[in-house]
């Protein structure tokens, strides 16, 4: 019987799924449903079998056929166990999902964070690339996955590695260490996310000139504003360009720390901004902000034609990248079998 790996990419909005066979083809499409993770994990439970049902329905498989099944999360997670609520129901947290799931579908269960998987898959769909891939996740927070070469996915002793947002960016902000959306002062993600976005475009509402700015006019809350400053990057507007180009030049900086710690040689960017107007724009702004930082070892080779020696580009695998991590760390689970 051949063997097909489901990927189940959890979000707080959407629960996107995916089918692969053995070698990491796709069965079908990438299957997405709306998703209820704060209605509990039970309710959630059976959004999945519903999912994997439609899965080998599009494939024109029996539900017996899918071998095991990888499943991400948008929260910390341990050895299959939820360490923090994040956008999760309350009994997620301490609870065994893994063990949980796998007991109820009677397959074996990879689990891991969303950024984890995503960063598998971005290392998947690149076939012809054997190093090391550290991925980037810019949105309502930041986050992050490590690949290292030949494929093997780094989570660290306990599975919480790659809180990329964690690094120390000792910038000030009106005479203060800006506070991220967890309360912690001086770190990356305090600069890069939705959640800085917001106090950022706040701070430049209040210069003289961007009195007459459309969104310093409006009455709407800075949470409404800020969902708007993309549309505005898009036409180019200076406000805009001027909070994003901040952003990229922190985000720059700090993917050159981690490249002096980690050595990755490909840093992907993952996250909405891979699929905007300006993104090459954004892109060339963080390249600046990584040669301002990082030592010269790791932008480019001393030896003649001076190869760089870290490339920094877009995210590839868009909203499917973590539903096929996950899947494709599912084939792992189960013993090669010729088909």
Known sequence: MKHYFAGLDIGGTTIKCMLVDAQGELAGDLIEVRSYVKEG???????LREAMSALA?????????????GLDVPAPCSD????????????????????????????????????????????????????GLLYVAPGTGLGGGLVMPGGLLYEGNTGLALEVGDLSVPRFEKGELPVDGRGR???MEGW??????????????????????????????IE??????????????PLA???????????????????????????TIGGGLAETGFRDWFLEEVRKGFA???????QRSPLAPHDPTTVIEWAIGGDAAAAYGSARKAVELVPYQSE
């Open 185 to 187: 002062r001086g770190c």
């Open 241 to 267: 360009k001027e909070i994003f180009a901040l952003q990229a030049n922190v985000l720059g900086q700090g993917l050159g720390d981690l490249a002096s710690i980690l050595d990755p040689g490909l840093i």
């Open 41 to 47: 994990y039970l309710r959630t439970f059976d959004q």
């Open 192 to 221: 890069v996310s939705l959640v800085a976005l917001r106090r950022q475009l706040a701070n430049a509402l209040e210069q003289a000139q961007y009195s007459d700015h459309p969104l310093a006019k409006s009455d709407a809350p």
């Open 80 to 131: 299959g166990v939820v360490w923090g609520k994040a956008n999760l129901g309350d009994d997620w947290v301490g609870t065994k999902i893994r063990d949980e799931f796998s007991k109820l579908i009677g397959k074996p269960v990879f689990m891991t964070n969303d950024c984890n998987a995503a960063a598998f898959g971005e290392w998947m769909y690149r076939p012809e690339h054997h190093g």
């Open 292 to 298: 301002e930082r990082a030592m010269l070892p790791y």
């Open 57 to 69: 329905k599009q494939a024109e498989i029996t539900f017996d056929e899918i071998a095991a099944v």
């Open 224 to 237: 409404e504003k800020a969902f708007q400053v993309r549309d505005y990057a898009e036409e180019g507007d």
